[in-house]
């Protein structure tokens, strides 16, 4: 899956600009990009939302353990990989049908934390149990939500294009042929909002996530890591 944005919808993160000017790479536009990913997956679909946002997916090559899924509803665009394990449960609490697969159940949870949600978004994101990796935007508000598995079952990654756009996907190969040393993993058990203002851990919403410079030969420009309290051992 990828998703495409421009700097009128995500600033593009101030790390992976610096890893990108540290060491100088080829990089590729979005459009191009964009292509690429439509070039290498024949049934590829590709969807164009408004003039600062575009996304694309495919099941070719996708893991029976881990589908890929994109849906619609009221504006919302997701796209979704990956299984929840208590995809029924969830079904209950948002009061949907025993049809509705996870792509709509987080198309619904966006909702309810928009519109009406007494939870912050990391408990939101927090109460999705299994492997997955999801990408929502929606255009009503040009907001941006995006969330990985606390354990990054579902790999994913995110990139600065050569005009600036802030790209998604689950590729890296994809990734590092347009983004240069401006790409990293995203952290796992961690969310990304327009909303917020920016990347939190989910389950240590108030931990600074700070980005480690990676080694000249690692394809990453820079590791995103959640600072935490050190536990020092007592000598015994």
Not at 85 to 91: E, F, T, Y
Not at 147 to 172: C, E, N, R
Request: charged share 20%; net charge negative; proline share 6%.
């Amino acid at each position: 899956m990828l998703g495409v944005f421009s700097s009128a919808i995500v600033s593009p993160p101030e790390e992976l600009v610096a890893a990108g000017s540290r060491t100088p790479s080829p990089k590729t536009t979005s459009t191009t990009l964009i292509n690429r990913f439509l070039q290498q997956n024949s049934a590829a679909v590709s969807v164009q939302v408004g003039d600062n946002a575009q996304l694309a997916y495919t099941h070719q090559n996708e893991s029976l353990l881990q589908p890929r899924s994109f849906a619609v509803k009221d504006e919302i665009f997701c796209l979704f990989e990956g299984v929840l394990d208590n995809l029924g449960s969830l079904r209950q609490q948002y009061g949907l049908a025993k049809s509705a697969n996870e792509v709509i159940l987080v198309i619904e949870a966006y909702k309810a934390l928009r519109d009406r949600a007494p939870y912050p978004p990391n408990h939101v994101v927090g109460h999705l149990s299994g492997n997955f990796a999801f990408i929502v935007f929606d255009k009503s508000t040009s907001t941006l939500f995006v969330a990985s598995d606390q354990y990054g079952k579902v790999p994913l990654y995110w990139g600065i294009t050569a005009d600036g756009y802030v790209a998604f996907a689950d590729d890296a190969d994809l990734l590092k042929g347009a983004c240069g040393k401006s790409l990293a993993s995203f952290p796992q058990g961690c969310f990304y909002s327009t909303t917020v203002g920016g990347l939190r851990s989910y389950e240590n919403p108030k931990n600074k996530i700070t980005a480690v410079p990676a080694e000249e030969e690692e394809i990453w420009g820079a590791t995103f890591k959640v600072e935490g309290p050190t536990i020092v051992a007592a000598r015994q």
